[in-house]
């Protein structure tokens, strides 16, 4: 579905050098989170329970994601296949610069914006697939590391139905050792930190379809399998600072959302047409 890899080569990743440690909001006076929210991505690395859509949005929104997945798996994809979607669809490179979404994203990281990946993670009725214990800043290759997830719910998100969990406040331990998950473990990714618990409190991201949470490119975060009757779909949308460095041509993913590239980092391709 896209000419970029979801999970970069290691060997790639270990070419560059790195700056992988947890950047602090600096923005004193937010816009549309408040100061309490702000300084809560600061000690926490997370904010959660912002609604973003209305329920007639979430319902045309969920529609047309049903679309993408049939045309996905037709040609031969799977529920998590559909990666870097902005730079194929005019609907999700929409997403990608929805000022509502933007304006949490800007109290966060600044005026100046980067949208930068958009990978949709959907986990079908009792699919058997986990995500492990994992770090988002750990696969990218990108530096340093002033990187911001925000998780769509394009369906309700609950603990029934395998929503994200994250240790709170363990992106202030820096760059965690992984180790490479066996092919028998059901892992959507490829690394798995263990023992993550022990790093912080674990805290259930549940998300009404429309709301959406932001996290740190550091923290650690993962879920279960989806065990449920009810599929859990969710969109990650991705953002940075435009200082920061791309290698695997990720550059030319970038999107200006918010600002200025004052860096010239990146590409900021045009909205691709409707599909």
């Not at 979430?58 to 040609?75: H, N, P, Q, S, T």
């Not at 997830?149 to 709170?168: G, P, S």
């Amino acid at each position: 579905m896209s000419k970029f890899q979801a999970v970069p080569d290691q060997a790639d990743l270990e070419k560059m050098d790195r700056d992988l440690r947890f950047y602090p909001s600096r923005v004193a006076q937010p816009e549309t989170l408040s100061c309490e929210q702000v300084e809560q991505y600061n000690r926490d690395g997370y904010v959660k329970d912002l609604t973003v859509f209305s329920q007639t949005e979430v319902d045309e929104l969920r529609g047309y994601f049903d679309g993408l997945l049939e045309r996905a798996i037709a040609a031969g994809g799977d529920s998590y296949s559909i990666s870097s979607a902005h730079l194929t669809y005019g609907r999700v490179y929409d997403l990608l610069i929805e000022p509502r979404i933007v304006a949490f994203v800007k109290d966060i990281l600044g005026e100046d914006v980067i949208g930068w990946g958009s990978h949709f993670f959907c986990k079908m009725p009792h699919d058997g697939k986990s995500v492990a214990w994992h770090q988002d800043a750990s696969y990218w290759p990108l530096t340093p590391s002033k990187a911001v997830t925000v998780w769509l719910a394009i369906d309700d998100a609950d603990i029934e139905n395998a929503c994200m969990k994250f240790v709170a406040g363990s992106q202030h331990v820096g760059h965690l050792t992984f180790r490479p998950s066996a092919d028998d473990e059901g892992n959507v990714l490829n690394q798995t930190i263990e023992d993550a618990e022990q790093y912080g409190e674990v805290v259930y991201d549940e998300l009404a379809a429309g709301q959406v949470s932001v996290h740190a490119d550091l923290l650690l975060h993962g879920s279960e399998a989806n065990e449920s009757d009810r599929r859990r779909c969710g969109l990650t949308l991705r953002y940075c600072t435009p200082d920061v460095v791309a290698g695997s041509n990720w550059h030319d993913k970038g999107v200006v959302v918010a600002g200025n590239d004052y860096s010239g980092n990146w590409t900021n391709p045009a909205r691709p047409a409707d599909d």
